[in-house]
């Protein structure tokens, strides 16, 4: 669906705005995605079985510091669905991924010691490629569904390789001091917020921008986190 075009360009200026691509991208897959993106099955984007192995089941990981919490196990038919909307467009697949955010961010929130009061929610930047790329900003969407005002407070200071494939130093080493907060905190709580954990690199890097500019950062949740993390 979607058509690069160089930046600047003539044509790039007639691309509609996100909400009305989002739209369009979601009557598409409503249109012409015949298969479950979890299984294959014909006939639906996501099939009812799929669509009951994405029932919330939190991980928690990070430290005391920096706690962080995911609603599932990004495996099987959650990294499947995913990569649908990551790699396909199919943004229709965020809504059933949302109660899984939903049950992260309610864990961190009853862990002790956290403050339960959270002023903002703030995604993880994506980088100008990758926007041009997909069109749409999963953090960003994923945010905005929390029901916590989110607040895009974080850019990338610098560029910044691709995180796919990278093991944990070198992602580590790729994102040091990689994101700059575009906003004063002024002692605001602030919840991070992702697609996907990985190594937790980027959720740490995010929380030390975010400190730097005066937020008190509560943690970080996501969708899904990859099992095994130094
Ligand atoms: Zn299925």
Same mark, same amino acid.
């Given at each position: 669906?979607?058509?690069?075009?160089? *930046?600047?360009?003539?044509? $790039?200026?007639?691309?509609?705005?996100?909400?009305?691509?989002? +739209?369009?991208?979601?009557?598409?897959?409503?249109?012409?995605?015949?298969?479950?993106?979890?299984?294959? +099955?014909?006939?639906?984007?996501?099939?009812?079985?799929?669509? !009951?192995?994405? /029932?919330?089941?939190?991980?928690?990981?990070?430290?005391?510091?920096?706690? +962080?919490?995911?609603?599932?196990?990004?495996?099987?038919?959650?990294? @499947? %669905?995913?990569?649908?909307?990551?790699?396909? #467009?199919?943004?229709?697949?965020?809504? *059933?991924?949302?109660?899984? +955010?939903?049950?992260?961010?309610?864990?961190?929130?009853?862990?002790? &010691?956290?403050?339960?009061?959270?002023? %903002?929610? /703030?995604? %993880?930047?994506?980088? =100008?490629?990758?926007?041009?790329?997909?069109?749409?900003?999963? *953090?960003?969407?994923?945010?905005?569904?929390?029901?916590?005002?989110?607040?895009?407070?974080?850019?990338? $200071?610098?560029? /910044?390789?691709?995180?796919?494939?990278?093991?944990? &130093?070198?992602?580590?080493?790729?994102?040091?001091?990689?994101?700059?907060?575009?906003? =004063?905190?002024?002692?605001?709580?602030?919840?991070?917020?992702? &697609? %996907?954990?990985?190594? #937790? !690199?980027?959720?740490?890097? @995010?929380?030390?921008?975010?400190?730097?500019?005066?937020?008190?950062?509560?943690?970080?949740?996501?969708?899904?986190?990859?099992?095994? =993390?130094?």
């Amino acid at each position: 669906m979607s058509i690069d075009l160089p *930046p600047g360009s003539r044509l $790039a200026r007639l691309r509609p705005p996100d909400g009305v691509r989002r +739209l369009l991208r979601e009557v598409a897959d409503f249109a012409f995605a015949s298969v479950c993106a979890g299984c294959g +099955l014909a006939g639906t984007a996501l099939c009812a079985a799929c669509e !009951a192995q994405l /029932v919330p089941g939190v991980v928690r990981s990070g430290s005391e510091a920096l706690p +962080l919490r995911a609603g599932l196990v990004f495996d099987g038919v959650a990294a @499947a %669905v995913l990569r649908a909307i990551k790699e396909d #467009g199919q943004t229709s697949l965020i809504r *059933p991924l949302r109660p899984a +955010l939903a049950a992260a961010v309610r864990d961190l929130r009853s862990t002790e &010691d956290r403050p339960s009061r959270i002023d %903002v929610v /703030v995604p %993880v930047p994506t980088s =100008r490629a990758s926007f041009r790329r997909r069109g749409f900003r999963l *953090p960003g969407i994923l945010a905005r569904g929390t029901g916590i005002p989110p607040l895009a407070a974080l850019a990338y $200071a610098r560029r /910044v390789q691709d995180q796919r494939g990278l093991g944990v &130093d070198e992602r580590r080493r790729n994102l040091a001091e990689g994101l700059i907060a575009t906003h =004063r905190g002024d002692g605001a709580t602030a919840l991070i917020v992702d &697609d %996907v954990i990985t190594t #937790g !690199a980027t959720c740490a890097e @995010a929380a030390r921008a975010l400190r730097a500019a005066g937020f008190r950062v509560a943690g970080a949740v996501a969708v899904a986190a990859t099992r095994r =993390r130094a």
